[in-house]
């Protein structure tokens, strides 16, 4: 079952034409994934009015009008207009990091790779027992109540070769599991962004320019080599498995 995040290539909003979807896609179907595997992922969700209406209009198969929200909100938060200007045409081509301050509101601890890893506050109690676990991966974000997050959002801008720990423990013994990462594909000709995720005890690849757009492709088959990693996606699976903070 691969659920709805059946979201392809570009796309018709209004008279604006959606043009280098990839990395917006490959996010959007990853989160969706996410919220419809994990209840406290769709709960951490619900509690942004944005996110949630994202949310609702991928269950009801309304991909463009998801697409055009998530970037109506991108340009409210940024207090300019970048994507809905009068053209016709929007380019989306960008980076994750493009996408990540809409989860702000529900970010309630952050680990900036540069800066943090030269002066971390040994005194918070978040960096120390949960964030500093993901800090070698790259920029974190806890997203979810300060004391329980339910998602961890690493910006790993190819900041390390090959794939990362499929689970990470922190120390007050939660375990957070892999749902998703966000890979690029590098050639000579092209950047392209695709969605590697967790589904149905078993790993799928997503391409938004593919047909069908999911290929089942287990981990030990894929070729490392052949992405660089973008963004981690860990949830927090402890209460799943009865563990509690």
């Known amino acids: 079952m691969l659920l709805k995040s059946l979201l392809s290539f570009g796309g018709q909003y209004c008279t604006h034409t959606f043009r280098n979807t990839c990395v917006l896609d490959s996010l959007l179907a990853g989160c969706h994934i996410a919220a419809n595997v994990h209840p406290n992922i769709r709960e951490l969700f619900m509690q942004d009015s944005t996110i ?3 949310m609702i209009l991928l269950d009801s198969g309304k991909y463009v009008e998801a697409k055009a929200l998530w970037l109506i909100n991108l340009d409210l938060r940024a207090g300019r207009k970048k994507h809905f200007t009068e053209c016709d045409y929007i380019d989306i081509r960008g980076y994750v990091k493009d996408h990540l301050p809409n989860f702000l509101d529900l970010t309630y601890a952050k680990y900036d790779y540069e800066r943090d890893r030269r002066s971390p506050n040994p005194e918070d109690q978040v960096y120390c027992m949960t964030v500093s676990k993901f800090e070698a991966l790259g920029e974190v974000r806890a997203l979810g109540p300060r004391g329980n997050p339910q998602l961890i959002l690493v910006d790993v801008d190819a900041r390390i070769n090959g794939f990362p720990a499929l689970i990470i423990t922190d120390d007050y013994g939660r375990e957070f599991k892999l749902q998703f990462l966000l890979l690029g594909m590098i050639t ?26 999911f290929r089942a492709i287990e981990m030990e088959d894929i070729q490392p080599q052949d ?12 209460t799943k498995n009865g563990k509690q903070d």
């Open 227 to 238: 992405y660089v990693v973008y963004l981690a996606a860990y949830v927090n699976v402890s």
């Open 188 to 213: 000579a000709d092209s950047n392209h962004m695709v969605l590697y995720t967790s589904l149905n005890e078993g790993w799928w690849l997503y391409d938004d320019m593919k047909n069908p757009l």
């Open 52 to 54: 949630n209406a994202v």
